[in-house]
């Protein structure tokens, strides 16, 4: 009789969990996409090798209409690739709300702007954004520059050599470039903060097999599992520097601060982000705490390093696989600066070609291919409403290759950022730093330092590719990288 009773209440929960789902089901019904299992969903397309997922997907999705149906267990995603339908949904303040799977990254990253939405983000966004205002990027230049000529006496071991991947020289140039950046001045002789990518990488790792592991979603299997213990020991280890560098100089920061305020004659200079930050804190007591300040760094570091990293790194890759293109920005770049031996804000603005380069490796090789958001309230969106509760998944990679909107989606063609080609462009058609309200401050920031990196590299070297843009097989986790690694070759330029 018990048992009887038991069976009798599970299907009744079963019933009223389905009932209480039917408009998923019913919006789902709607659409096309590829066919699900009985459980897991579409959850089969992510049981194979990390460097077979991102093929698996794009194939499976490829036949279908944007936007896409997938089950990824319990779970109605939708795929988006069209730009116009990318437009309604960056563009909406309705659809604001990062997925639930940015919530594996705030171990790491805090509630920093990438993981965090709602109005705290929103308010925080509006106070960071001065960080990237065009004086604060002029009085950055300098520090572009020291490393970026540090970066090109760095790789004179490798010259004239054989082929080698570039990707870990950048990643700790441009590590270290954050770290100046955020740190100039300040004291951090007692702090090893070197290895704070190696942590990013790791933990990086450590996510993406939480994201294609369904199960591993539930906090309750993955604390028991061996990724959690791992993550533990990094977060530890992160946590322990980034605190030292707050604690050690953000109290003396305000005190400086106070000090200079109250001279008339005080030095006007460029601030360093964590004198900038600081300044935030003791301005904004009540919305701006240290743990947010711990939080932004992270962030900052983080994302910039990955971003910048791999978008240099392919654009050589694709200068060193085209020489008639490579030499026209070296061409360029003697003209803009004629005898001069770094370039500031206004020489960077003028490298036209160069911007072209680096967009069009961007839009072949996007770093984030994809953005998650999740639908808080029915949302009406083209000729349909997307209820309550469902993932969209919107597709920079396929935006950034449709034959609708590139006249050579799939090839490395730099006048695709030609003036006259962008004025006819959808404007969602290139969103590398994404687009709408929620687009990434640190956009012009990140343009300057990649055209100053790349103009130093290119100056001292000429770069060799055996790989064309239709030969790089690419592979994504939770950033994409070429499957071979980012390798080339270098001759020195300057005997």
């Known amino acids: 009789m018990l048992f009887l009773l038991l069976v009798i209440l599970i299907i009744c929960c079963l019933v009223k969990y389905h009932w209480d789902r039917r408009k998923l089901y019913l919006f789902a019904a709607k659409l096309q996409g590829p066919k699900a299992y009985p459980v897991v969903g579409n959850g ?9 997922i991102f093929n698996n997907f794009m194939a499976a999705t490829a036949p279908y209409p944007s936007p896409v149906r997938l089950w990824v267990g ?75 000529k540090k970066f090109v006496e760095d790789l004179r071991k490798n010259a004239n050599g054989p082929e080698f991947n570039i990707s870990t020289f950048l990643q700790f140039t441009a590590f270290e470039a954050t770290m100046d950046l955020l740190l100039e001045d300040q004291d951090t002789h007692s702090i090893d903060y070197n290895e704070i990518p190696n942590y990013v990488r790791k933990f990086y ?79 904004n007591p009540d919305c701006l ?22 978008a240099v790194a392919f654009t050589c890759m694709m200068l060193g696989a085209y020489p008639h293109i490579q030499d026209l920005v070296v061409q360029e770049l003697r003209e803009v600066m004629g005898k001069k031996t770094s370039l500031d804000l206004t020489d960077v603005s003028q490298l036209k070609y160069l911007e072209m380069c680096l967009k069009e490796s961007m839009r072949l090789f996007p770093v984030g291919p994809f953005i998650f958001r999740d639908t808080t309230e029915d949302f009406q969106f083209d000729k349909m409403v997307i209820p309550e509760g469902v993932t969209v998944i919107l597709s920079i990679y396929h935006a950034h290759r449709s034959p609708e909107h590139w006249e050579k989606p799939d090839e490395f063609y730099p006048e695709h950022f030609a003036p006259e080609a ?35 590299i290119v100056l001292n070297y000429e770069i060799e590719c055996r790989f064309k843009a239709e030969d790089v097989k690419l592979i994504a986790d939770i950033s994409i990288r070429p499957q071979q690694g980012y390798l080339i070759k270098l001759k020195d330029r300057t005997n």
């Not at 799977?101 to 993981?115: A, D, Q, V």
């Not at 705490?289 to 791999?310: G, Y």
């Open 422 to 456: 962008m004025s006819k462009r959808h404007p969602c058609a290139f969103i590398p730093f994404s687009a709408g309200p929620r687009r990434c401050i640190a956009q012009h920031y990140s343009y300057t330092y990649m055209k100053i990196l790349l103009a130093t």
């Open 205 to 283: 790792e450590i996510v993406f097999t939480r994201v294609k592991s369904f199960w591993l979603h539930l906090d309750i299997f993955f604390k028991l599992s061996s990724y959690y213990r791992e993550q533990t020991k990094l977060q530890s280890l992160a946590t322990t520097v980034i605190n030292e560098i707050t604690e050690t100089n953000v109290p003396k920061i305000i005190e400086k601060i106070k000090a200079e305020r109250k001279l008339a004659d005080a030095e006007i200079r460029v601030p360093s982000m964590l004198e900038s930050i600081a300044e935030m804190v003791m301005e």
């Open 44 to 52: 089969p397309l992510f049981w194979c090798k990390n460097e077979e």
């Open 74 to 148: 319990p779970k109605l995603v939708l795929f988006v690739k069209d730009p116009n339908q990318l437009q309604l949904i960056l563009q909406s303040s309705k659809i604001t709300t990062k997925s639930f799977l940015y919530r594996f990254l705030e171990p790491f990253l805090g509630k920093g702007l990438f993981t965090s939405s709602g109005p705290r983000q929103k308010h925080h966004r509006k106070l960071l954004q001065p960080l990237f205002s065009q004086r604060m990027i002029e009085g950055y230049c300098h520090l572009f520059q020291k490393h970026s």
């Open 289 to 310: 705490t240290m743990q947010d300040c711990t939080d932004h760094l992270m962030t900052f570091m983080a994302t910039s390093q990955d971003t910048q990293s791999s």
